[in-house]
T-cell receptor, first 116, second 114 residues
Framework: AQSVAQPEDQVNVAEGNPLTVKCTYS??????LFWYVQYPNRGLQFLLK??????LVKGSYGFEAEFNKSQTSFHLKKPSALVSDSALYFC??????????????FGAGTQVVVTP | NAGVTQTPKFQVLKTGQSMTLQCAQD?????MSWYRQDPGMGLRLIHY???????DQGEVPNGYNVSRSTTEDFPLRLLSAAPSQTSVYFC?????????????FGPGTRLTVT
């Protein structure tokens, strides 16, 4: 079975400092990994994805993520956080086992709080 | 494109009542899904569909029905509402089951069952 873990319920960071949101995964076969962001009272917005190729993936709003196969991790990063980055972040993996039809499995989410 | 739309935005039901949450997309996406979001639980998959006439259960299907008669619409039916179904419900769609495609989410429906 595929699974995703986000070990931190909340990450606090000062504006201008680097931001990292952690995600680890467990899959059979090649991983297909995604990051989403949810602002208050809104739906989820797609940030970036790793399918294959370069281990550093760049996405929307200045975010990037580093895929590490040996550590089975896909951490989200931003070099300089903004107050407006305060939101709930979800990591997800797409289940590509034979009978899954490509179901998405989401982590529990990490609340990011950026203070001025 | 309107993307993924959901109606209603808010709903209050009494225990035992039934209702249908509407979801529509105008992107000609094959794959559609319903999630519920509860505090500390992330998103849990209720039902999903890979095309008109094809649906399957997700992680938490009990108490919910779906059907997919058209590519555009994927309604979620609550058969007999229970307080445990109080949640925020999100509909999402994706181009297809090809692994590289991400999902697009609707704005959500906040349901309270009293």
């Amino acid at each position: 079975a595929q699974s995703v873990a986000q070990p931190e319920d909340q990450v606090n960071v000062a504006e201008g400092n680097p931001l990292t949101v952690k995600c680890t995964y467990s899959v059979s076969g090649n991983p297909y990994l995604f990051w989403y962001v949810q602002y208050p009272n809104r739906g989820l917005q797609f940030l970036l994805k790793y399918i294959t190729g370069d281990n550093l993936v760049k996405g929307s709003y200045g975010f990037e993520a580093e895929f590490n196969k040996s550590q089975t991790s896909f951490h989200l990063k931003k070099p300089s956080a903004l107050v407006s980055d305060s939101a709930l972040y979800f990591c997800a993996v797409r289940d590509m086992t034979t009978d899954s039809w490509g179901k998405f499995q989401f982590g529990a989410g990490t609340q990011v709080v950026v203070t001025p | 494109n309107a993307g993924v739309t959901q109606t209603p935005k808010f709903q209050v039901l009494k225990t035992g009542q039934s209702m249908t949450l509407q979801c529509a997309q105008d992107m000609n996406h094959e794959y559609m899904s319903w999630y519920r979001q509860d505090p500390g639980m992330g998103l849990r998959l209720i039902h999903y569909s890979v095309g008109a006439g094809i649906t399957d259960q997700g992680e938490v299907p009990n108490g919910y029905n779906v059907s997919r008669s058209t590519t555009e619409d994927f309604p979620l039916r609550l058969l007999s509402a229970a307080p445990s179904q109080t949640s925020v419900y999100f509909c999402a769609s994706s181009v297809g089951t090809v692994r590289s495609y991400e999902q697009y989410f609707g704005p959500g429906t906040r349901l309270t069952v009293t």
